[in-house]
């Protein structure tokens, strides 16, 4: 696929529902390898979905097709009821605007301090008066507790706080949808759970829909039994039989075909051999 | 070592497919200049970015710019002394050192050394950009890599080695001057004077308009090499040692074209 390419587009297609995201029979290949084989699913407004897989299976580039990174063979990918499939690279610069993304290696302007680098969006746009950029900025760092870093460079950092940073600078404009790619990777225990209240934060307070790319089922577990409490500013165990639903779902791929798609109770329960190895 | 062994990490690929990827990269560098140049006409032009290039690659580029320059002049006034010396000719050499620094070795020999210090800089900051995905992260942000990146640099570079090449052409005739009057003994304002007369509109004309084409070659094989790395920190290198390579060859490639179509078009003597 070329670096270069724009497509052809004709009027693009758009669709009412009640889906943040929806993947129709979704292809890609990369020369010979098919990565993606005729995936399918759907992320209703609000809720968040969990993306397993073994490391190839294609997880970190079902994001970069949402976000229009990276174009599909064929099928469908409706991103906000749009169609992006059929969009433009100016116009998929408009739609990105609702979008926030934290990659995996959080993908940091090493040459920019962590102050430009979250308000890069709203500098690039020149729209918001350097008052309130200044005051999203703050916003945005405290949410991730960040706010002492704003002159620092993006090597200053740890990994941790540069994971953070990602994220402040994927919400400072409040998207309607969160994209994460392994957020936890590489981290210790600590900063991994720093970073799962971080996202569980944004699910329970923002209602962002999300697409979480993970290695790691004890994040998501911990998110689908977890929800935040504003008062004490942590989130809290549900209680044992809670009939309180937390917007989350898993989705596990295996040789670029979607093998299952359902929530936590379903996953815990699902009798197909591949997924009990997986949780086991 | 047996034959597979030796092999084992080699991939071979048909005469085929080798044209098809040569193709295809071909047909990447021109789009990416043609889209790079019609973002000029596009908002937002980054106009602070094309400073901070300008400063990067001109002012940056200026000690190797002057010293290539001056050694240049002067290794070129002591090569053609001993010819003309031979024809009774020494006097001469302020008209040689002129014209040659001028129309030829000044925009040639500043190309070269810019495109070794900036298409190899392009090349490996954008590819490390790209292998650490933040062009991926400025594209999700919103903004156009190659408005925000590529232009400025193809701007910058080709406004910059402009002037550069006239320090260039100006400190080889000084370093010819150095080598006329200190070596060979002749008069200092008879040099000038002479190095001054023999210049014609011609002469002017095709040593200026070829760093025009020298900067946007050095800029865009660099940014486009840098763009279209992959494979990591490997890839990084390999990137930049392709842009240094590319570029200086296609400033050798474009100058032959152009002193043809220039003498075509000038009617040189």
């Known amino acids: 696929m070329s670096l270069f390419s724009s497509s052809l587009a004709s009027e693009p297609r758009k669709e009412a529902s009640n889906d943040a995201i929806v993947f129709e029979n979704v292809e890609l290949s990369f020369e010979d390898n098919a990565v993606l084989d005729r995936i399918s699913f759907h992320l209703p407004h609000g809720q968040t979905k969990a993306i397993f897989g073994v490391a190839g299976s294609g997880k970190s580039t079902i994001l970069k097709l949402a976000l229009g990174l990276l174009k599909p063979d064929s099928g469908n990918i409706f991103v906000l009821g749009e169609d992006i499939t059929q969009l433009k690279e100016d116009e998929l610069s408009h739609l990105r605007s609702r979008i926030g993304i934290v990659f995996q290696e959080s993908a940091l302007f090493d040459s920019l301090n962590v102050r430009d680098n979250v308000a890069f969006r709203l500098l690039e746009e020149n729209k918001t008066p350097a008052g309130q950029i200044e005051s999203s900025v703050r916003e945005a760092l405290s949410f991730v507790e960040l706010e002492n870093t704003m002159n620092m460079l993006p090597s200053e950092l740890s990994g941790g706080m540069r994971r953070r940073v990602a994220i402040a600078r994927a919400i400072i404009t409040k998207p309607e949808v969160l994209l994460y790619d392994s957020p936890t990777g590489g981290l210790d225990p600590i900063t991994s759970t720093n970073i799962v209240e971080l996202i569980v934060k944004q699910r329970d307070v923002y209602k962002t829909s999300s697409l979480l790319v993970t290695h790691r089922l004890q994040d998501a577990f911990v998110m689908a039994t977890h929800s935040f409490d504003k008062a004490s500013g942590h989130m809290k165990h549900l209680p044992a039989g809670s009939k309180t639903e937390v917007p989350m779902s898993f989705l596990i791929l295996k040789d670029g075909k979607v093998i299952f798609d359902g929530d936590a109770h379903e996953l815990a329960h699902s009798q197909d051999a591949y997924i009990k190895k997986y949780l086991s | ?269």
């Open chain 2, 1 to 269: 070592m047996a034959a597979e062994d030796f092999l084992s990490g080699v991939e071979l690929i048909s005469p085929a497919e080798f044209a098809k990827q040569k193709i295809k990269s071909m047909q990447d560098y021109i789009l990416l200049s043609a889209q790079a140049l019609a973002n000029l006409f596009r908002r937002p032009l980054y106009i602070a970015d094309i400073l901070q290039q300008a400063d990067s690659i001109g002012v940056g580029s200026l000690s190797i710019t002057v010293l290539a320059g001056t050694f240049t002049g002067a290794v070129l006034a002591m090569n053609s002394a001993s010819t003309l010396e031979r024809f009774g000719s020494l006097s001469l050499i302020a008209q040689l050192v002129s014209v040659g620094m001028v129309r030829q070795l000044g925009p040639v020999i500043t190309g070269l050394m810019v495109a070794g210090r900036n298409a190899s800089g392009m090349a490996s900051e954008l590819g490390s950009m790209v292998v650490t995905e933040q062009i991926d992260a400025m594209r999700a942000l919103g903004t156009d890599p190659l408005k925000k990146l590529v232009t400025p640099r193809i701007v910058s570079t080709t406004v910059m080695l402009f002037f550069l090449t006239i320090l260039s052409d100006l400190f080889g005739l000084l370093g010819g001057s150095a080598v006329a009057t200190l070596l060979l003994g002749l008069d200092f304002r008879q040099y000038w004077t002479d190095a001054w007369q023999i210049l014609a509109f011609a002469d002017v004309f095709t040593g200026l308009i070829q760093p025009v084409f020298y900067g946007f070659v050095i800029a865009s094989v660099g940014c486009y090499y840098g763009m279209s790395t992959t494979g990591g920190t490997q890839g990084v290198g390999r990137s930049t040692t392709q842009a240094v390579v590319t570029s200086s060859v296609l400033i050798l490639a474009v100058d032959a074209f152009l002193t043809r179509a220039l003498t075509l078009l000038l009617g040189f003597r």
